[in-house]
């Protein structure tokens, strides 16, 4: 199974400084047909997840455009411009290049 | 507006059995894979099993292959996912999910979920 190691795993940040969660999977995403299924999801407390953004960078309607992806092959990054208080929540990485699809451990982010 | 709504969780036995189902609205359901995700208490999210859109294309993970069983109805627009011989470490909510149309399937991971219905494996 592709295995997706999330840091940190709890992020305190200050409100409207920048944040950033790092993903990494144990074997390439890239998928035969050239595309790479890398995921992100947010998940607030007592909420269902919901789905941030899709094939690396690619943002999902209504989600703020503080919010961005990138990254390659193993390597990914979520990166948050300006926290808010509405951006404490559990925040995942999925991939879905290969069977099992598989999550991240999780990264907390709270306000300090 | 999109909607995904589980239902069937509930407290059941060790070697239990349960049936979920996940009643789906405001998309055109036989033309998207859709899947069964899992979240322990207090833990993180784990993928269970999917379905493409016809049906006959299923996926299953290591931990429920062989008692777990995913269907859908695409008459009804509902997903299902029969669970036997249920074990402690099965607790958990289970969400159903909305994966991509065609080819994509669940490749972009899902993006509607449900609110999730409790599974509690207790003695």
């Known amino acids: 199974d592709v295995v997706m190691t999330q840091s940190p795993l709890s992020l305190p940040v200050t409100l409207g400084q920048p944040a950033s969660i790092s993903c990494r999977s144990s074997?390439?995403?890239?998928?035969?047909?050239?595309?790479?299924?890398l995921n992100w999801f947010q998940q607030r407390p007592g909420q269902s997840p919901r789905r941030l953004i899709y094939?690396?960078?690619n943002r999902d309607s209504g989600v703020p455009d503080r919010f961005s992806g990138s990254g390659s092959g193993t390597d990914f990054t979520l990166k948050i411009s300006r926290v808010e208080a509405e951006d404490v929540a559990v925040y995942y990485c999925m991939q879905g290049s290969h069977w099992p699809r598989t999550f991240g451990q999780g990264t907390k982010l709270e306000i300090k | 507006d999109v909607q995904l709504a589980e239902s069937g969780g509930g407290l059941v036995q060790p070697g239990g059995s349960l049936r979920l189902s996940c009643a789906a609205s405001?998309?055109?359901?036989?033309?998207?894979?859709m899947s069964w995700v899992r979240q322990a208490p207090g833990k993180g999210l784990e993928w269970v099993s999917a379905m493409s859109g016809s049906g006959g294309i299923i996926y299953y993970a290591d931990s429920v292959k062989g008692r777990f069983t995913i269907s859908r109805d695409n008459s009804k627009n509902t997903l299902f996912l029969q669970m036997n011989s249920l074990r402690v470490e099965d607790t958990a909510i289970y969400y159903c999910?909305?994966?991509?149309?065609?080819?994509?399937?669940?490749?972009?991971?899902?993006?509607?979920w449900g609110q999730g219905t409790l599974v509690t494996i207790s003695s």
């Open positions: 074997q390439s995403l890239v998928y035969s047909d050239g595309n790479t299924y």
């Open positions: 094939k690396v960078s």
């Open positions: 405001g998309f055109s359901f036989s033309s998207y894979a």
């Open positions: 999910a909305k994966g991509g149309s065609g080819s994509t399937g669940t490749k972009v991971g899902f993006d509607c």
